[in-house]
């Protein structure tokens, strides 16, 4: 095994289980493993870990125990969003070294089904997602991972590289809806899917962009984030169909042509129908509850496109060179740090509106 030998600190996780608990506490792989470059299969680098950010999904699965069908029913580490630098490579694997700096696509798949044939591995009938039960996820200070799925990030910040998932979301988004030049586009909800989702909607010249919330905070960030988008708050109580109205008259009476739901809402999504024009698509990204209530008239007498997306594949590359050329900027989204060692402290803050926070990372050092 090819590894480095200056590591000290022992392996540490953040656990959740079936009661909610939340905790830092000792995992694998050992610090004694790591450091002989045991463990390894074909084909595996340890990577240490450095920057994870915390997706609203890792919230779910603490506080509520469950997204849709994908439930904790165990001992649960989370944490999808990272980047960090390889400690140690298997000797099949040559494209890596130890010290290369990587982001970590975080999915396992089986090669042989017929998504994963096709090139949609999204849909991996076998696939593991790290992060998504019964799969421990990556918010680890190291991680055995295969190398097929470590993106060399250059000198890129891990920050960044922690950020080219989410920014992943967005791409496949972009991609699949089919947003254009001159678009005029709807973005539903100013989380941090929304504004990396309304980033990109900017890069790609869509205008007018109409970005909504329930929170006066997110739309102000968003504003100042990118300043020819146009916010409206979203208030409760008003009707699906009249929130629509308000939605087209921010946009200058110009009806969307596409509407990207990012928050899985069901008067968003429904809010989302009533806005967009005759033809237009509603493409949502928010994951919500498992049934829902749609206005069909209004999608079956205005034809409009309802379509959906899971997860995102082959993404990876193209976000690196957004992120890369300034295309992209993800910097301004992380307000808040935390090392490791303080991540309950970090859940907190990034479950609590009150804080404001947009994207919270947690930060490890590995002694390199």
Known sequence: ?????????????????????????????????????EGLKEGEVTIGIKSTGICGSDVHFWRAGAIGPMVVEDTHILGHESAGVILAVHPTVKHLKPGDRVAIEPNIICNSCEQCLTGRYNGCEKVQFLSTPPFWGLLRRYVNHPAVWCHKIGDMSFENGSMLEPLSVALAAMERSGVKLGDPVLVCGAGPIGLITLLCCRAAGAEPIVVTDIDEGRLKFAKEL??????????????????AQDIIKTGGGIKAAVALECTGVESSVASAIWSVKFGGKVFVIGVGKNEMTMPFMRLSTQEIDLQYQYRYCNTWPRAIRLVESGIIDLKRLVTHRFDIEDAVKAFETASDPKTGAIKVQIQSEVDI
């Open 1 to 37: 095994m090819s590894t480095t030998t200056t590591i000290t600190k022992s392996n540490v996780g953040v656990f959740t289980n079936p009661a909610h608990e939340l905790w830092v506490a000792e995992s694998e792989p050992t610090l004694d493993t790591v450091k002989q470059g």
């Open 226 to 243: 990118v300043p020819s988008a146009r916010p409206y708050k979203v208030e409760r109580g008003v009707t699906p169909e009249q929130a």
